[in-house]
């Protein structure tokens, strides 16, 4: 069964991170994506940019409306996501375990997908 | 991360809020900073226990009151009864969390904090200093660090600076529309202020100041988050963050400044100028551009091109005409002239330079850009005077070793055949 992990904090606290903390705690996840990668239990990654760099297209009327900003405004941002093949949701919960340990603060959501198609974008 | 260090960044980021929802609560700078700190200091002695709150500010926000609230009582039994309007401000603590969900109050607030910062009577530099003390929490001794001075000088800018704004009288009452607009741009200036302490730093200073580059963007992606619709406030961020993404290639490993063209381009921060060019991008949809807007646009030509040579000179120089328009400034018009030579070649560009002078004769800058022009017609001799001009004029060692590096081309050029 195919997960989607959904990273959600608060991004301005992440933006008062210092440069250093960033890159020690990035190393600290490309350790554990580096273990999912080897068991090839590794879908796309993705990190976003920050809520102030997103647009809106309210699509319930006609035309559209577009509006500056992310979707909703909340105290947690959706800050990323990971597409991970698990066998079952214990085992994706311990996935996000890990993801916590090296990256504390926030929540996970776990998703389960219904459909994928992994595209073939480049990076 | 560690726990600390995460609840570090939990205040550091909430603080603006908090400190901006106690001013209004107690309509005194340092009773609502005092406040703020009591209640820190209780939210390291809980959060690691209990977890972080889900909303930090509105939790600080709350226990601030309280803490303010007893002092005043215990400051009543030796003091006079505190003034009405302070005490009758202070309802239910419940109401902290209903007006947490007001979000024009929030946004007011903060745009106020920043915005007693700028007071017109206090010079850019105290400006500058009073916001890092007051909204971004930095202490004296790190502020006094990022200027390069010593840390009982800061301490009494800020006081002074303090004392000044806490006499001019805090504006408590709501803005309207059109003065919200004022503040917004008072402030906007006020945070490109506080950039531009880290940015143009001389060498030596340049890695103390550097974190201040930081801060600006924090502090002008909050004002974005509050004003998400606002292109000026756009170009602002894209501005800083192109900008800012250049920095690791700016220095040598010497301390000394690269200039532009001289800069390995490997070492320019690719997610910054992804972020900005969006933002450039969000901003143009508007179709209301300002100077910010330009400017930044500008800066992404120069980060867009792999190698100096791809720069698109017409465009920057179409960008700059623009900009000429919207903030007439000669030294707007001598970087146009930059432009221009590269586009239209150096009489073209001189004969935009030379009207500057008498306005410019004290710039370092104007002396350089003349000098190459010369150069570049030909005319030796007035390159070497306008060559010496500069060196006597230049700020940093960097800028006189660049002048002189020209000029010793044009002397090896003279000597030859």
């Keep these: ?123 | 991360m560690s726990d600390l260090a995460w609840i570090d960044a939990a205040l550091t980021s909430a603080r603006p809020q908090a400190v901006g929802a106690l001013l209004r609560y107690f309509r005194d700078l340092d009773t609502a900073e005092e406040a703020f700190q009591n209640a820190c200091l209780r939210a390291l002695k809980a959060w690691p226990q209990n977890g972080p709150p889900r909303d930090a500010a509105a939790w600080l926000i709350m226990v601030g009151r309280n803490t303010g609230i007893d002092a005043a009582r215990r400051a009543k039994k030796q003091a006079p009864l505190p003034p009405e309007a302070l005490i009758s401000d202070l309802g239910d603590v419940e109401d902290a969390v209903v007006e947490r969900l007001d979000g024009a109050h929030y946004r007011d607030d903060i745009l106020r904090l920043l915005f007693i910062c700028c007071h017109p009577d206090l010079p850019p530099a105290q400006q500058v200093a009073v916001a890092l003390r007051i909204v971004s929490g930095l202490s004296v001794q790190q502020i006094a660090r990022a200027f390069v001075v010593g840390e009982s000088a800061m301490e009494q800018r800020i006081t002074r600076a303090k004392a000044r704004i806490a006499g001019a009288g805090v504006p408590f009452e709501a803005p309207g529309p059109v003065e919200r607009v004022e503040r917004l741009s008072s402030v906007a200036r006020m945070v490109y202020l506080i950039f531009n302490e880290g940015y143009s730093a001389n060498a030596g200073e340049a890695r103390a100041r550097s974190p201040l580059c930081g801060e600006a963007i924090r502090l002008a992606r909050l004002l974005l988050k509050l004003y998400p619709a606002e292109p000026e406030i756009m170009g602002l961020v894209a501005l800083m963050l192109l900008q800012h993404a250049r920095a690791a290639a700016r220095l040598d490993a010497g301390g000394e400044i690269v200039l532009l063209d001289d800069q390995d381009r490997a070492l320019w921060d690719r997610e910054l100028i992804a972020e900005g060019l969006a933002l450039i991008d969000k901003a143009m949809r508007h179709a209301r551009p300002g100077p910010y807007q330009v400017q930044a646009a500008i800066a992404a030509l120069h980060d867009r091109a792999e190698r100096p040579e791809d720069t698109d000179w017409p465009q920057i120089d179409r960008l700059y005409a623009h900009l000429e328009v919207m903030q007439p400034s000669p030294i707007i018009t001598l970087n146009r002239a930059v432009a221009v030579d590269k586009v239209r070649g150096p009489e073209a560009a001189l004969a935009m330079v030379e009207p500057l002078a008498e306005r410019l004769s004290g710039y370092f800058y104007f002396h350089g850009v003349r000098g190459a022009l010369l150069l570049e017609l030909g005319r030796t001799e007035d390159a070497r005077i306008a060559f010496n001009r500069a060196i006597a004029l230049a700020n940093t060692p960097a800028e006189a070793a660049h002048i002189r590096l020209q000029l010793d081309r044009l002397m090896a050029g003279a000597s030859g055949p």
């Excluded at chain 1, 996501?81 to 996000?96: K, M």
């Excluded at chain 1, 340990?101 to 480049?122: Q, S, T």
């Design chain 1, 1 to 123: 069964m195919l997960y989607a992990i959904l990273c959600y904090n608060d991004e301005s606290a992440a933006w008062s991170w210092s440069k250093d903390e960033e890159d020690a705690c990035m190393a600290r996840l490309a350790v554990v994506q580096e273990k999912l990668a080897t068991q090839g239990k590794l879908g796309p990654v993705a990190r976003l940019m920050p809520t102030t760099a997103a647009t809106t297209l309210r699509k319930d009327r006609e035309p559209p409306l577009v509006i500056d900003g992310p979707f909703a405004e909340t105290k947690e941002q959706l800050l990323g996501f990971y597409v991970v093949d698990c066998a079952s949701l214990d085992e994706a919960l311990d996935v996000a375990r890990d993801l916590a340990k090296a990256n504390p603060g926030g929540a996970y959501e776990i998703r389960p997908l219904a459909v994928f198609r992994p595209g073939d974008v480049a990076g």
